[in-house]
T-cell receptor, first 114, second 113 residues
Framework: NAGVMQNPRHLVRRRGQEARLRCSPM?????VYWYRQLPEEGLKFMVY????????ESGMPKERFSAEFPKEGPSILRIQQVVRGDSAAYFC????????????FGQGTRLTVV | AQSVTQLGSHVSVSEGALVLLRCNYS??????LFWYVQYPNQGLQLLLK??????LVKGINGFEAEFKKSETSFHLTKPSAHMSDAAEYFC???????????FGTGTSLTVIP
C-alpha cells in the first residue's frame, strides 16, 4: 500500500511563473490537507479538501494560491505568479476521516523561486 | 486558540544518554497530541500519539511520551540516544472538533558520538 505520494519532490520556478504541486493520497483516503513549512519553522495549515470540495481554506493566502481535489486524479496546489517568499516545503497529508486522530504525510515538494 | 510550544530549538545529547524533548500546549478543550520525526529532506513520520486512555504512550524506535494535563505537557523521552535519532522533532495537537493539526516550531536533535 503506497503512502502519500507527492510530485515533484523539487521544483524550481522563476518569479512570476506558476507552480503546480501534486498529491495522491493513500488508497482509500478521501481527505487531503496541505501544509507549508518555511525554513526554521513548523508546518502551517493551508487547506483541507474532501473529494471535489474545499472544507477549510482558512490557512490559504487570499491571492495567487488555490487548491483542488477532483473526483478523479490527485489533489493540486496551484501557486500563480510565484514570488521569492513562496519558497518553502509544501507537504500533503491524507486521512480516512477528518484529520484529528491520524494523518499520513507525503515527502513534500520543495519549491524554490529564483 | 490552540498553540504548541517546543522549548529548545536545538538539543544535543551524547550517544547513550537520555533524550528529553519538551512540548507544552495551549488548548481550550482536551486535545489529541502527537510527536512526529522528520529526517533531512523527508516527510513527517509519526512517532506516537495520545488520543484517549493511558497517559503514557509508547511509540516507535524506543520513544515514549506522557500526557500531563495539569502541566499541559507532552514531553518526548528516550532512555538511550542512538546516532540514528538525529533529526527534527515536531510536537502537534489537534482537536476533536477541528480540521487541522497545530505544530510546534520543532526541535533539532543532535547526537554526539
Amino acid at each position: 500500500n503506497a503512502g502519500v505520494m507527492q510530485n515533484p519532490r523539487h521544483l524550481v520556478r522563476r518569479r512570476g511563473q506558476e507552480a503546480r504541486l501534486r498529491c495522491s493520497p493513500m488508497k482509500g483516503h478521501s481527505h487531503v490537507y496541505w501544509y507549508r513549512q518555511l525554513p526554521e519553522e513548523g508546518l502551517k495549515f493551508m487547506v483541507y479538501l474532501q473529494k471535489e470540495n474545499i472544507i477549510d481554506e482558512s490557512g490559504m493566502p487570499k491571492e495567487r494560491f488555490s487548491a483542488e481535489f477532483p473526483k478523479e486524479g490527485p489533489s493540486i496546489l496551484r501557486i500563480q505568479q510565484v514570488v521569492r517568499g513562496d519558497s518553502a516545503a509544501y507537504f500533503c497529508a491524507s486521512s480516512s476521516n477528518r484529520m484529528n486522530t491520524e494523518a499520513f504525510f507525503g515527502q513534500g515538494t520543495r519549491l524554490t523561486v529564483v | 486558540a490552540q498553540s504548541v510550544t517546543q522549548l529548545g530549538s536545538h538539543v544535543s545529547v551524547s550517544e547513550g544518554a537520555l533524550v528529553l524533548l519538551r512540548c507544552n500546549y495551549s488548548s481550550s478543550v482536551p486535545p489529541y497530541l502527537f510527536w512526529y520525526v522528520q529526517y533531512p529532506n523527508q516527510g513527517l513520520q509519526l512517532l506516537l500519539k495520545y488520543t484517549t486512555g493511558a497517559t503514557l504512550v509508547k511509540g516507535i524506535n524506543g520513544f515514549e511520551a506522557e500526557f500531563k494535563k495539569s502541566e499541559t505537557s507532552f514531553h518526548l523521552t528516550k532512555p538511550s540516544a542512538h546516532m540514528s535519532d538525529a533529526a527534527e522533532y515536531f510536537c502537534a495537537v489537534s482537536l476533536n472538533t477541528g480540521n487541522q493539526f497545530y505544530f510546534g516550531t520543532g526541535t533539532s536533535l543532535t547526537v554526539i558520538p
